[in-house]
């Protein structure tokens, strides 16, 4: 509550003004009756003579009329201010909490997971949004229709009492029992949602792997699983909302005919006239639709608390891993790990490295070799610090990366992940990415030293052509070149391929490793390979077995005192007919 109250506080005068209009317009509706009320008694049935009640009738009339555009006028204004209110904080909301999705951790993003982080910052800020619209005009509105309503029927006969007392109670346990049923409801439905999201997202982005695998028939029986769960938990909440109305409707009803009844009596007793029981009539509609209104508003609440909830946790999140503050910048990019161990959170700690100590120079190039699932993509994610080690530290010039500004940090470092990511636009403009200022030169400098120059030429507009969303106009090769390309134009001073050139054949990874080496002479480069071809080549190469390192050196001295590299040389000497290895 207090969250939503921070973001109504820029727009408090409009907050102010909706139900300060609304006011205006419910007055009107109050006033309406007893002026109808009025005409009848004095206009129509009134005393005078026949001209005399025909002015007052088109007098009351006019004023009716005047008083009505009044009501329509600030009616109109309440929307207006409501709406602006509710539209702005739904968007600074929704921007505040996108900025949050942003910096959270990457352990904290795959605990929330994505389809849930979507419905979040759509579907559940929509739902608040339309409360803060309503909350505005209609708590004021049936507030006053309820409470006005009263006194004005009290006024006309206090006999209308009993009716009260027997009908609100009545109304307002049913509106009571069928809410206490429906609200936790909404909180599943959302929950329900989250799954539907997640499910159409994985196989939006996966579609490609669907239809490989003729996976389709599964996939469309786990959406609609999911999607019937939805409906499902739907209906149960609009079944008790159905019955809702209709009861109310009948305890209305049957709290006319009783006013009609007290009223009838109270006319022939001469207590009473017959225009005033008109107005008696319209005054309980007004006061039972009020609690109409309510059972509804609590409808809206209840679902607008359960979004709440959810956006709210999204927006308390605070990223795990953040800032140092030690103002250090780099300089040289010298890696170092001192006796890291780490494991991922949220599984039960079992460590995927142990007791790491490994130094990379600047200049040189560091390979990582390992088996597949060793944890060299875990090893190198320490070093721009997408997870923390969990024991030891890793330095960066002396320094640990705990204590650089995060920026600071990854602004040094370029990243080539191992599953390329490039986005929608033109290749010029994916490999800018690594830095929105560089020119065209340098753009091209960085495509040439990824070997990506020639097949860029080799599209009919160059830099211009436009790749398709996820890079999939590209072939997978070219993918991690473009990567390579927008990782060096950040011109960093440590950089990190993680078995970036897989896809590349052994000739083409040879001329990119010759052009680093030439063109990125100060560079710290560490290189995670599966094949012994690619890391022959390193100043070092550290052999990761059995979560640590278990052997360091160059080719030859690993070739002399591993068994473990000497395993893996001669199984691929094997594979590739020792023609490319050696
Ligand atoms: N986000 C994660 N949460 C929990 N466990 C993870 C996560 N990412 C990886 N792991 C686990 O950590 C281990 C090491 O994974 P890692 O990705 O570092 O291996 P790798 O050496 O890079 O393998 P590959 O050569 O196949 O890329 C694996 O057993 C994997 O299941
Ligand atoms: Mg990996």
Redesign the pocket.
């Known amino acids: 509550m207090s969250k939503i109250f921070k973001y109504l506080k820029p727009y408090w005068l409009f907050a102010l003004l909706c139900p300060l209009s609304m006011i205006l317009e419910v007055s009107m509706d109050l006033i309406q009756p007893q002026l109808m009320s009025n005409i009848v008694d004095n206009g129509i049935l009134g005393s005078g003579a026949l001209d005399e009640n025909l002015q007052y009738v088109l007098r009351t009339g006019i004023l009716m009329l005047g008083f009505s555009l009044l009501g329509c006028a600030g009616g109109i204004a309440s929307a207006a201010f409501g709406t602006t209110v509710a539209q702005k904080f739904g968007n600074d909301m929704r921007k505040d909490t996108f900025d949050k999705v942003m910096h959270l951790s990457f352990q904290q993003t795959?605990k929330f997971t994505t389809g849930s982080l979507v419905t979040r910052l759509t579907n559940d800020i929509t739902a608040i949004q339309q409360f803060v619209a309503m909350s505005l005009r209609m708590f004021v509105r049936t507030g006053m229709q309820f409470l006005g309503g009263i006194a004005c029927l009290l006024t006309l006969n206090v006999n209308f009492g009993l009716v009260l007392i027997i009908s609100l109670p009545v109304q307002l346990t049913v509106v009571a029992l069928i809410m206490k049923r429906a609200a936790p409801l909404f909180g599943v439905v959302q929950n329900k949602l989250d799954k539907v999201n997640s499910i159409v997202q994985e196989n939006v982005t996966g579609a490609r792997v669907v239809k490989a695998f003729t996976r389709e028939e599964y996939e469309i029986d786990r959406f609609g699983n999911a999607n019937s769960e939805l409906m499902e938990t739907n209906m149960k909440v609009q079944k008790l909302l159905a019955i809702l109305n209709p009861i109310l409707m009948v305890v209305m009803n049957a709290s006319v005919m009783a006013i009609i009844l007290i009223g009838g009596l109270q006319v022939e007793a001469k207590a009473m006239e017959v225009g005033s029981v008109m107005a008696a009539v319209t005054y309980i509609t007004q006061i039972l639709m009020s609690v109409m209104m309510v059972g509804m508003m609590f409808q809206q609440v209840s679902r607008a608390m359960a979004s709440a909830k959810r956006v709210k946790e999204v927006l308390d999140t605070e990223p795990v891993i953040f800032d140092g503050n030690s103002g250090a910048k780099i300089t040289e990019g010298k890696v170092e790990f001192k006796n890291v161990s780490f494991a991922?959170p949220n599984?039960s700690g079992k460590p995927?490295l142990k007791n790491i100590n490994l130094t990379a120079q600047p200049g040189q190039m560091l390979a990582i070799l390992?088996s597949?699932?060793?944890?060299?993509?875990?090893l190198v994610n320490l070093i721009p610090r997408f997870y923390d080690c969990t024991d030891g530290e890793v330095l960066i010039d002396g320094v640990n990366v705990k204590d650089y500004k995060l920026d600071d940090l990854r602004s040094n470092i370029g990243v080539v992940l191992?599953k390329s990511e490039l986005f929608s636009g033109t290749v010029a403009e994916n490999i800018r990415w690594g830095d929105d200022n560089a020119s065209d030169d340098e753009v091209k400098l960085a495509a040439q030293t990824a070997q990506a120059e020639e097949f860029i030429q080799g599209f009919t507009d160059g830099y211009d052509t436009m790749i398709s969303e996820k890079g999939a106009s590209l072939s997978g090769g070219q993918k991690q070149r473009m990567s390579i390309a927008r990782a060096i134009l950040k011109k960093p001073k440590i950089l990190i391929f993680d078995?970036s050139t897989s896809a590349l054949d052994l000739s083409t990874e040879a001329k990119l490793h010759a052009a680093l080496r030439e063109r990125l002479t100060d560079v710290t480069v560490i290189m995670i390979a599966?094949r012994i071809a690619s890391v022959m080549r390193a100043d070092k190469i550290a052999v990761i077995d059995k979560s640590t390192i278990c052997a360091f050196g160059t080719h030859a001295e690993l070739m002399q005192t591993s068994k473990v590299y000497r395993d893996i040389y001669y199984s691929q000497m094997k594979e590739e007919g020792g023609a490319s290895v050696g």
């Open positions: 795959d991922y599984t995927v390992g597949t699932g060793c944890g060299k993509t875990s191992q078995d599966q």
